[in-house]
């Protein structure tokens, strides 16, 4: 299973949970699977969905699930540390982790690697720290949220994007459709 393949997976899951998506294709295929104004699309800052989801969950209680990638997830790994010493029982980060930069071509990543990420959030001090197989990802995202414990999975999948669309959506009418569903 690729990482489209995973998001289709979740989506009857996540369809009514505040969703901040990881820059760039995760984003874009998100956006293409099932468009919700309950979903945030970062279209720059690569490596701050997790940072972005997470000070969301902490300015609110509703549950908020960011989705990041290995490749991003790599490129802050301070905010595992935050996430970590501040703990919030609403907040799951998913990491889909197919070793490779997938939007900019793929090229592989350390986590594809030596580098385990489910070993990393564990040194950084986060209590429940699930790694799975892509087919089990929906699985741990359902039981977390059942759960109401904050929950970093760490989804092990096969690297490969999907063509879609970009997104044509203005950012600010992205931000200001997600602000109304999070007030809602």
Excluded: W
Excluded at 55 to 77: C, E
Excluded at 145 to 161: F, H, P, Y
Aim: net charge negative; with cysteine.
């Amino acid at each position: 299973m690729i990482r489209n393949d995973v998001l289709k997976t979740l989506l009857p899951i996540i369809r009514d949970e505040l969703v901040v998506c990881n820059i760039g294709a995760p984003s874009q295929e998100l956006h293409a699977l099932d468009d919700q104004p309950t979903n945030f699309y970062m279209l720059g800052t690569m490596g701050l969905s997790s940072s972005i989801g997470f000070g969301l969950a902490l300015a609110q209680d509703k549950p908020v699930i960011s989705i990041d990638g290995d490749g991003s997830i790599l490129t802050n790994m301070a905010t595992l540390s935050t996430i970590a010493n501040n703990p919030r029982d609403n907040f799951i980060l998913l990491i889909i982790d197919n070793g490779s930069y997938g939007s900019t071509g793929d090229q592989p990543t350390y986590a594809g690697r030596k580098t385990s990420l489910a070993a990393v959030a564990t040194a950084c001090g986060c209590d429940h720290v699930v790694e799975v197989d892509a087919a089990q990802t929906a699985a741990a995202v359902k039981a977390a949220l059942e759960a109401r414990k904050m929950t970093i999975i760490v989804s092990k999948c096969d690297s490969g994007n999907v063509q879609v669309p970009v997104i044509d959506r203005n950012p600010i009418v992205i931000r200001e459709r997600f602000m109304e569903a999070v007030e809602a």
